[in-house]
């Protein structure tokens, strides 16, 4: 069975700090997909980013960035320069790869809460 | 540009009731999906479908029925509210496996 795990609660930094979000996860699949959305105070669910098993680049887009590391069963999310508007529910999130007529089940992380102070 | 739109936001329900929660998307997608968020926690999958006529069971379907006669549309039905319904229910839809995740503002069930 899959698994994800953000042991990180809830985080507070100040503007312009750097926070890093960890996201560790279990899986038998060999394919599997792995996503970070975020749910600010307003509540829908924002996607973020996708990442498949087999590509273990890191990603940069603007201030967010994301470190996969297969070693570590790991995909951690970077905020550089924190703001304000940052402040929101992070989720990780993990679908195997299944078969085609299958749905893919996103099993989600209990999320990291990050509060973003002046 | 709609996307996955759940109906209603809110909603009250006595113990023993019975209610349907719309969700409708207007990205012909095929994949729909039901979870539930509890306080705290992840979101859970309920119910999901492949497909117009085509449903299974997620994680946590008990006290919980679906139907898919159109693609656009995934209904769920709650039959007997239970104080243990209370959550947020969010919609969402798929384009293809494993692709990103379209969700609906979400429906907050408070049961009493």
Known sequence: AQKVTQAQTEISVVEKEDVTLDCVYETRDTTYYLFWYKQPPSGELVFLIRRNSFDEQNEISGRYSWNFQKSTSSFNFTITASQVVDSAVYFCALSEGGNTGTASKLTFGTGTRLQVTL | ?112
């Open chain 2, 1 to 112: 540009n709609a996307g996955v739109t759940q109906t209603p936001k809110f909603r009250i329900l006595k113990i023993g009731q019975s209610m349907t929660l719309q969700c409708a998307q207007d990205m012909n997608h095929n994949y729909m999906y039901w979870y539930r968020q509890d306080p705290g926690m992840g979101l859970k999958l309920i119910y999901y479908s492949v497909g117009a006529g085509i449903t299974d069971k997620g994680e946590v379907p008990n006290g919980y029925n679906v139907s898919r006669s159109t693609t656009e549309d995934f209904p769920l039905r709650l039959e007997l509210a239970a104080p243990s319904q209370t959550s947020v229910y969010f919609c969402a839809s798929t384009f293809d496996r494993n692709t990103e995740a379209f969700f609906g503002q979400g429906t907050r069930l408070t049961v009493v």
